[in-house]
């Protein structure tokens, strides 16, 4: 952080400025007598970023003088057929941790939550989870299988699953891993990386009902066990009632195809249960009567209790929350004053009616603001604005589900679990965020 | 309407290609055999460069043997031997998606050898053992019965419930762990130069 940052910081043109004689007052640049007062300033020392450009006596070069694209031509429409981004904001992007993985085939990246608002994920932006790297699959050839124990054995091309009725919805979908590197204390700084294995999107799909119907389940077929195409052939076994009530077999995500990387051209979509189970690259589901066991629901996915002892089908994500901003990627750079706090909640058990946000570590508590659809399973979108006095913060967000759960601490997870468990960590996060306005992922009493 | 047509039959040989998956109670597993010593030999060759040579894995890659007696350990090893509850998902896996990068090109034999070395390897069977189809179920792991159904909708989903504090709810709050501190995260050094930039 440099001087000239810092020195603008706190103090600002307040009240008593117009006594002081090396700054320009109102007055005076209003009647273009801040000539010699705004030079004497040296470039405005002294001031708050917005103050700076008052202090210049010819205005705000951001005004006063004439801007390429104000003057020039700009690319025409047939320069970017499929747009990008600005490239000012080329620092949002996906983070890899690479001391995370043995290899970046089978890993993981993290979406940029502090860098984003609203509550729908950019296609491009969507963390990514492969674990055997992206299979680059031509629609043409892909098949969806499903046998077992069904009435008919059955193969769908994406033509033919094109003319089943569809459905639009919202759903988050969260790494059972997300948070789970701070399980034993406050390891990464940044929510992108505490909290950014985790994308919102609206699917397209076929619901996984009307495929099973069509199929005819047996009775006795009690799981389903869904396949990918990718050379993991990754495979969980999903209870049939959850593959009845509210699954997709997606094509679409935010209206157009699936990206590669998250399953193109078929995804299963397992709303509110965690990631692992949303099979990417879907070409196979098979009835049967009982669960496989198989190494993503044995090996992986399982969370390992302080006595030993296991839980395996832990398939729900429960309510969860991060302030998004301040973070430590996005910490208060315009000094005291009025500050927009914001972050994101979501349940896997329902919606998220109410999200309290402390800026003490706890000893006081408000509810936030809640802004945008409530969707069931979706993310939710809080802000609380505030007027920061310029004093350290330790910054909490703890989300209420539909269900009335409430948020717990990362200790009251830990006395019941342990530390060993690895996935599912949906503890509160702090934020100190210091009198610089910087934020740190710190853990608290 | 209409589109209880839509699909096709399944032929036998599609279903065949495809439903390789293998269940606790043998479901699925094909004819076949495979001793510790042809195991060996393929592993070394396949599996070692990554596993290493006795499962202990090198960088980061899964160790799939040792670790007994370590899940309440600080820092457990979970491995075939000391976690896994069922072998049939040694075969299974393996078999779909091993060796990492050439997946699905191990037979069904070739399956079985490596299996039964990997049993050798977590001291569950001696180096002259065979393991096969028919023999397969008779071997049980040793942390089949460590696993337990998710009961949090019963341990805690009532104590994280009811009525919240919200002010007063506590004397005082010292920040007892930094992320700074273990200086882990990778450097966004643009990304930050960038904001200090924009904020002047």
Redesign the interface.
Known sequence: ??Q??EG?RGRGPGPDAERKPDHPTRRQILSGAAGLAGAAAGAGAGLA?AG?AWAQAAGDPAITTLPPWTQTLGPGVDAAPYGVPSPYE??VRR?????L???P??SVNFTPLHALDGIITPNGLCFERH??GVAEVDPAQHRL???GMTD?????TME?LL???RENRVYFLECAANSGMEWR??????CQ?THGMIHNVMYTGVPLR?LL??AGVKPGGKWL?A?GAD???M?RSIPMEKALDDCLVAFKMNGEALRPEQGYPLRLVVPGWEGNMWVKWL??L?V?D?P????EE??KY?D?L???????????M?AKSVITSPS??A?I??GPGPTVLTGVAWSGRGTIPRV?VTL???????EARMSGPSWDKSMHRFYHEFEWDGRPL?LQS?A?DS??????TKD?LRQ?RGE?SIYHNNGIQTW?VDAEGEA?????? | PG??Q?????TAA??AA??I?????GTGLPDGQGSVSEGEAIYTEACAS?HGDFGEAR????VLAGGADT??AD??V?T?GS????L??VY??VH??MP??D??SLSDDQVYAITAYLLFLNWEVEDDFVLSRANFTETRLPNED???????AE???P????E?????????????????V?D???D?S??RS???K???
């Open positions: 952080m440099g000239d940052h603008g970023p700076r080329a620092s983070r890899n941790v690479d001391w993985t043995a290899d085939v089978s674990h055997s299988m499903i046998h008919n054995e059955l193969v769908f033919d003319r089943f009725p204390g406050a390891q990464l700084n940044g990386y009307l119907e069509r066990l396949e050379a993991a052939a495979t070409r196979r098979e049967g009982q496989w066991h198989h190494r044995t090996s399982t390992l302080g006595d030993g002892r296991a839980r395996r089908f832990t398939w729900e429960d430590p990627q910490p750079t315009h309290d003490d570590g706890g000893i006081t508590w408000v330790l703890r209420h269900t009335g759960y409430v948020q717990p009251a019941i060993n100190a740190e992922n710190v853990e608290i009493s | 589109f209880d839509l699909g096709r039959p399944a599609e279903i495809w439903n998956d293998i269940r606790p109670d990554c960088g980061r890659w899964p899940l309440t820092r457990p979970k075939i976690y896994w509850p069922y049939s998902t299974d896996y779909r998606a990492f990068g997946a699905q460590g696993f337990m159904p998710d009961d949090r341990v805690e989903l104590l994280f419930s009811g919240v504090c919200m002010s007063a709810c506590k004397d005082s709050v010292t920040i007892t762990g930094r992320a700074a273990v882990v995260t990778p966004d643009a990304a960038a904001r200090h924009d904020s002047g």
